[in-house]
């Protein structure tokens, strides 16, 4: 049987996707149509939100981690998860293959739905590793038990040890970068009890916070 040019085609995207990003990128990027929503978006709002105005901003600093902060329904997902399609499409029409992209939410690695475990091993290498992380919801999960925050504890640590370690380095250009969205006030985030003293001396000389106080889209 012949192969049709379509079928040749698909295959070698395939090939092309599979050493380019994760099963899980996949589902985050490519089947969200962003660019409809945002099209969407702008016509009911009429306006950037505070959120999209405040990544752009962060953009222009030399911090590497955002902490984006609000009550919920202020857009913050949405502008984080629109950052880093933007960043992906960009790699993706430069052909910068080596670029990672991921967008996770903390339910997925440590709450009640998690992932199955093989998953949710491969997702915290996946965000551990990536250029360009949206790390969403932080804070949503309580640790029930004393292993279960020292694991969460460990994650964290190792997350922004290895991001102040390649500080300096670029991808193609562009700085490593990662967006963490949260409910919380930054009192109510420095309180966590799984969030240590090593781990604030690491985060403030790379992080920037901001509050955001919006419309509710």
């Known amino acids: 049987k012949s192969i049709s040019p379509e079928e040749i085609k698909r295959y070698e995207l395939q090939i092309r996707l599979a050493s380019f990003r994760t099963k899980l990128e996949i589902a985050r990027l490519e089947e969200f ?17 505070k959120a999209m105005e405040i990544i752009e901003e962060w953009m222009r600093t030399d911090k590497r ?14 502008a984080a998860a629109f950052w880093l399609y933007r960043l992906w499409k960009k790699a993706w029409l430069k052909n910068y293959t080596k670029l990672t992209f991921f967008f996770i939410q903390e339910k997925e690695l440590f709450g009640s739905a998690a992932l199955s475990r ?19 919801d932080f804070a949503q999960i309580q640790p029930r038990t ?17 991001r102040r370690k390649i500080s300096q380095k670029k991808f193609n250009g562009m700085l490593p970068r990662m967006i963490i969205t949260t409910n919380l006030t930054l009192q109510e985030f420095k309180a ?10 690491r985060m403030k000389a790379i ?3 901001k509050r955001i106080e919006d419309d509710d889209y």
């Open 33 to 49: 149509n962003f660019e409809e929503a945002y099209k969407n978006f702008k016509e009911k709002a009429g306006k950037k939100t």
């Open 65 to 78: 981690v955002l902490i984006l902060s609000s009550l919920p329904g202020m857009g913050k997902t949405f």
């Open 118 to 136: 093989e998953e949710r091993e491969e997702a915290i290498q996946d965000a551990r590793n990536a250029a360009f992380l949206v790390l969403d």
């Open 146 to 162: 004393d292993a279960e925050k020292e694991d969460i504890r460990v994650y964290y640590e190792d997350l922004i040890d290895w």
């Open 192 to 201: 966590l009890p799984y969030l240590s003293d090593r781990f604030w001396s």
């Open 207 to 209: 992080s920037s916070f």
